[in-house]
């Protein structure tokens, strides 16, 4: 298991931006892929975004693309959620989760995070 750290969540209103971060160790950042995930409510987790990977670009879920942006820090071994554009249907426990290989599944990935809470007021 992987120690992977979030932060950034808040409570927003409809339309504004948020900034997420994921923060672990180097050996994580360097070996492993880190995605975002969330989680809402009575929900499972979805899949939300991952950087890019072996040639392959970023890629995002239908929901958030166009609207959310991963990058990543290489120095600070820091993985980014920027998030613009809010809307309540984002509000959701938002998790960094650490896999050698990426998957649009959860269930694949190996380590998570304890996650962020985003909600979002109409």
């Known amino acids: 298991q992987e120690r992977l750290v979030e932060s950034g969540g808040g409570l927003v209103q409809a339309g504004a931006s948020l900034r997420l971060s994921c923060k672990t160790s180097?050996?994580?950042?360097?070996?492993?892929?880190i995605g975002w995930f969330r989680q809402a409510p009575g929900k499972g987790r979805e899949f939300v975004a991952v950087p890019p990977w072996r040639g392959n670009s970023e890629t995002y879920a239908d929901s958030v693309k166009g609207r959310f942006t991963i990058s990543r820090d290489i120095a600070n071994s820091t993985v980014y959620l920027q998030m613009n554009s809010l809307k309540p249907e984002d509000t959701a426990l938002y998790l960094c989760a650490a896999n050698p290989t990426p998957y649009s599944d959860s269930r694949k990935w190996l380590s998570w995070g304890l996650g962020t809470q985003v909600t979002v007021s109409s």
């Open positions: 180097r050996r994580t950042f360097t070996t492993n892929v």
